[in-house]
């Protein structure tokens, strides 16, 4: 979701330290000011060649007051920021430049204090916000736009609080999302689209924190084909995940706890809809036995895990027939100890002894007969 860049605020208030360059700290040029014809003016070296500020001022009484223009600049010369003052002051338009000398911004002030439209523009010239202000307050509908022109954000603001239905827009015209505020945080449902103009979630919020039902949706089928149901509670998933092939069938179900997977997780194949996969999550985790399976049906691999890594005994079967293809054990993530692998008429194939998933030792194979056919050692 797009958010506001902040505005860069103006230099407003400037220390005079010193108007004699005998007394100025060269190491900080920049400090140090000089008065000539009604004008102040700071440099960033020493030898007084690059302007960094110069505005003009009005010295009554030992007083020096801000009275008119006010400019500062780049290191490379460029304009930086201009704004007019008056009585020390911020009065009028202000205007920013990047160093390349695109304008970035547009302001208005009165007696030192934020009023009227502000913009920002992209670098390419083209309008990229447009907002409102009453006594340094955002007010009123603030706009954001694409570099094109089209809308691309509108949201009401009530006294510098975000507050109402904020709705953002793709180029092409289409919704992008709608969000509720009330007093800047989020409060109530939230609609998030694909640019096609499909609705691709619904949440719910409750004082800023995601809670209740969250439903997400396909891009690629029909418009409200559902994807996954979850429930949130102060900002975490909790209770039971559910997500969907695009015919409605469960193609996973999972259960969270403060956010993490626990529980049983059961996976689903695509075309049969038989069960894929199955075990246990403990607080994020896999742990103990799992089990998966063929799409007709017929258990493919047993696996156990600790703390989500192979730990235990392993096997794996030939779908054809159920015949075991291989087995082994594994400690921590690696392969350890004597496996076996298996023709799928059951003969013994090769056979070693694995440390640290590397193979050590004398490793044997054989033909689909079960006669030795080679050994070789490693």
């Known amino acids: 979701m ?22 100025t700290d060269c190491a900080n040029p920049e400090k140090a000011f000089f008065y000539k014809a009604g004008l102040m003016t700071s440099f960033y070296d020493c030898n007084q060649t690059f302007i960094r500020e110069q505005f003009e001022v009005d010295i009554t009484n030992g007083d020096t007051i801000k009275n008119g223009l006010y400019k500062i600049y780049y290191k490379n010369g460029k304009l930086w920021q201009s704004a007019s003052y008056q009585n020390d002051l911020l009065n009028g338009n202000g205007l920013v430049y990047d160093s390349l000398g695109n304008k970035k911004q547009k302001v208005s002030y009165k007696d030192g204090v934020q009023q009227g439209e ?18 340094g307050v955002l007010i009123d509908t603030s706009y954001a736009f694409h570099e094109n022109g089209p809308i691309m954000e509108k949201t009401p603001y009530l ?3 975000k507050e109402g239905s904020s709705k953002g827009y793709f180029e092409n015209g289409t919704s992008m999302f709608e969000t509720h505020y009330i007093g800047d945080i989020k409060h109530g449902q939230e609609k998030l689209y694909y640019k096609s103009g499909k609705l691709k979630s619904i949440a719910h919020f409750k004082n800023g924190v995601q809670d209740s039902l969250f439903t997400s949706f396909y891009k690629e089928f029909k418009d409200g084909t559902i994807y996954s149901k979850s429930f949130y509670q102060n900002g975490q998933i909790v209770g039971l995940y559910t997500s969907y092939f695009e015919n409605g069938k469960k193609s996973l179900e999972v259960n969270y706890k403060a956010g993490k997977m626990h529980g049983q997780y059961k996976s689903y194949h695509e075309k049969t809809f038989m069960l894929q996969e199955h075990g246990e999550m403990i607080e994020g985790k896999r742990q103990g036995a799992w089990k998966a399976y063929y799409p007709s049906g017929k258990l493919q691999i047993i696996l156990h895990y600790k703390d989500d890594k192979y730990h235990g005994l392993s096997e794996t079967f030939y779908q054809e027939n159920g015949q075991k293809k291989q087995s082994g054990n594994y ?16 003969q013994l194939a090769e056979q070693g002894s694995y440390v640290n998933d590397e193979k050590k030792g004398p490793w044997k194979y054989y033909n689909q007969q079960g006669n030795l056919i080679k050994e070789i050692t490693h």
């Open 118 to 135: 502000a913009l920002v523009y992209y670098p390419s010239g083209a309008l990229f916000q447009k907002i409102f202000y009453q006594n």
């Open 2 to 23: 797009f958010k506001y860049s902040g505005l860069f605020i103006l230099t407003a208030c400037v220390v005079l330290s010193s108007c004699n360059l005998s007394n």
């Open 159 to 161: 006294k510098g609080l």
């Open 331 to 346: 400690e921590n993530g690696l392969a350890q100890g004597q496996w076996s692998f298996y023709f799928a008429n059951g």
